[in-house]
C-alpha cells in the first residue's frame, strides 16, 4: 500500500504518475490512497478515481508554470549583478547580510593576487602550479572542503580569465534541460549574463587586462599529432586510473608515460610507467591474432551484434507507445469528465489542446525512431560482416578496429597488462586477458 497526502506528492509528471496507478501498482497488487484527494484505487465505483489523470494533467502544468515563474524571477536578477549561484569562486564569499552580494574571503584572496602576480611577471602556468603545489597552497576543496586536491594547469587558468576578480558577475553560463529533466547543459556565449561592478575587486582592471593580452591566458589550438599509435586511447594506468601517454624516444623507438606523473612529477603521485610501446603492441597484436585464430565467425559476428548498438530503439519505441496511449487514456477521460460537468468547457479546451498537440509530437517522434531503427538494422548487417573479416586477418589493423575490439588496457607498474575487451566470453577469456 503507497499512501499520499495528495495526488502531486506521487509525482507531478502526469504520464509517470498514470504509469503507476493505471498499470504498475494494478500489475503488483499496490493499493494507492491520496488522502485530500480522496482517491484510493481499492475502492469500487470511487469518482475521485476518474478524475486522477486530470488532476495529475493540472499539477504537471503547476510545476511547469512554477518553473517558468522562479527562471523569470532568477533571470531578473542575474541582469540586477545580483548572485544567485551556489558555490562562489575561490577568493570570495557570500555576505552573511545579502546572500545575493559577494564580499572578498581574505585569506582565498591571497592566493588569488599570487596566480596574478606570478602571471603578470611572466610566468607560465606550469611553473605556478608547481609553485602552489610545492609550498603546499590549499585549493579551493581544501580550504572549504578539507579534501585533498592539487593545483592543475586548468584550475589556473581559468582563474586567469575570470572577470568575477575584477568585480564583475558572470552567470547563466549553464541552465536545466527542462523542469522535467534536472541535467545541466552548456548555454551560448551570447546567452551569459555579465554585470559590471557587483562586487569588490580582488585585481585591479590594468592587471588583469596585461594578464589576458599574455600568451598564457590566450585561447590555443593543439597542433595536429605528428605521430599517431594504434593504441591511441585505450591504455589506462592500473595505480592512478588516469590516461597513459606515448611519447617519441631516441632512435624512433616510443615509450609510454602515465599522463598523471607526467604533470604532477615533483608529488610523487603516481610512477612514470615509462616502457617500451612498440614491445607492447607487438605483444596485443600477437595476442588478438591468437584469440581470432579459429573463432567462429557467425558467433563473433552476433557478438559484435548485440555490443555495438549505440541506442536501443526498441526501448525507446516502447516507451513512446505508452506515452501515447496514457495521454490518449486522459483526452478520453476529460471528455467524459466534461461530458458529466464535473470540468467546464473551457478547461478542457485548454487542456485538451495541450494534450492533443503532444500525442502529434510523440507519434512523429516513434515514426521517426522506427524509421532510424530500420536503417540501423540494414546498415549494420553490412558493417559488421566488413568487421568480422577485418577482426579475422588483422593484416592492416587501425585504431578504429582496436577500440571495436578493445576497451582499455591497463598498465600495472610492473609491466603486467590487463586487456579489458568489447566481447564477453570470447574464446574463454570472459572479455578479460592478463598478459
Known amino acids: 500500500m503507497v499512501i499520499t497526502k495528495d495526488l502531486s506528492r506521487l509525482g507531478r509528471n502526469y504520464i509517470e504518475t498514470g504509469e503507476y496507478i493505471e498499470n504498475w501498482f494494478p500489475e503488483q497488487n499496490v493499493r494507492y490512497v491520496s488522502v485530500t484527494d480522496g482517491i484510493d484505487t481499492f475502492a469500487n465505483n470511487n469518482g475521485n478515481n476518474d478524475i486522477a489523470p486530470f488532476k495529475s494533467i493540472l499539477n504537471d502544468m503547476y510545476s511547469k508554470d512554477l518553473s517558468k515563474k522562479i527562471k ?8 540586477q ?3 544567485v549561484g551556489g558555490k562562489t569562486a575561490l577568493g570570495y ?3 552573511p547580510n ?3 552580494h559577494l564580499i572578498i574571503c581574505k585569506e582565498e584572496a591571497e592566493t588569488i ?8 611577471n611572466g610566468n607560465s602556468i606550469n611553473l605556478i602550479k608547481n609553485y602552489l603545489n610545492e609550498n603546499d597552497i590549499p585549493t579551493a576543496n581544501r580550504l572549504r572542503y578539507n579534501k585533498l586536491s592539487f593545483w592543475e594547469n586548468k584550475t589556473i587558468k581559468n582563474i586567469l580569465t575570470n572577470v568575477v576578480y575584477i568585480g564583475n558577475t558572470i552567470q547563466n553560463k549553464r541552465s536545466r534541460i527542462s523542469y522535467k529533466n534536472r541535467k545541466l547543459r552548456t548555454n551560448p556565449k551570447e546567452e551569459w549574463i555579465i554585470v559590471e561592478n557587483t562586487h569588490e575587486p580582488i585585481i585591479d582592471k590594468s592587471t588583469f587586462d596585461r594578464v589576458q593580452k599574455m600568451s598564457i591566458s590566450q585561447k590555443y589550438q593543439r597542433n595536429e599529432k605528428k605521430n599517431h599509435y594504434l593504441l591511441e586511447g585505450l591504455l ?3 595505480e592512478c586510473k588516469h590516461k597513459i601517454g606515448v611519447k617519441n624516444g631516441k632512435n624512433s623507438h616510443r615509450y609510454m608515460v602515465c599522463n598523471y606523473y607526467r604533470k604532477n612529477s615533483k608529488l610523487g603521485l603516481c610512477t612514470s610507467h615509462g616502457f617500451n610501446y612498440d614491445t607492447l603492441e607487438e605483444q596485443i597484436l600477437q595476442y588478438m591474432r591468437e584469440v581470432f585464430l579459429n573463432i567462429d565467425s557467425e558467433k563473433l559476428k552476433r557478438d559484435i551484434e548485440n555490443n555495438k548498438t549505440k541506442y536501443d530503439y526498441n526501448i525507446i519505441l516502447r516507451r513512446l507507445k505508452i506515452e ?3 495521454t490518449q487514456d486522459n483526452l478520453d477521460k476529460m471528455y467524459i469528465d466534461k461530458l458529466n460537468n464535473k470540468i467546464s468547457e473551457i478547461m478542457y479546451e485548454r487542456v485538451s489542446k495541450k494534450l492533443i498537440q503532444e500525442i502529434k509530437e510523440k507519434e512523429e517522434k516513434y515514426i521517426k525512431t522506427k524509421e532510424l531503427l530500420e536503417d540501423e538494422s540494414e546498415d549494420n548487417g553490412r558493417e559488421i560482416e566488413k568487421t568480422v573479416k577485418e577482426f579475422l586477418s588483422l593484416n592492416n589493423p587501425t585504431q578504429e578496429l582496436m577500440k571495436v575490439i578493445i576497451n582499455r588496457i591497463e598498465v600495472h607498474q610492473d609491466k603486467q597488462i590487463d586487456i579489458f575487451l568489447n566481447f564477453r566470453k570470447l574464446r574463454g577469456t570472459n572479455g578479460y586477458a592478463k598478459i
Do not use: E, H, P
Open 72 to 79: 523569470t524571477a532568477l533571470s531578473t536578477m542575474q541582469r
Open 81 to 83: 549583478g545580483k548572485w
Open 93 to 95: 564569499t557570500k555576505d
Open 98 to 100: 545579502d546572500k545575493n
Open 113 to 120: 593576487k599570487t596566480i596574478f602576480n606570478m602571471a603578470v
Open 236 to 238: 589506462i594506468c592500473y
Open 324 to 326: 501515447i496511449r496514457l
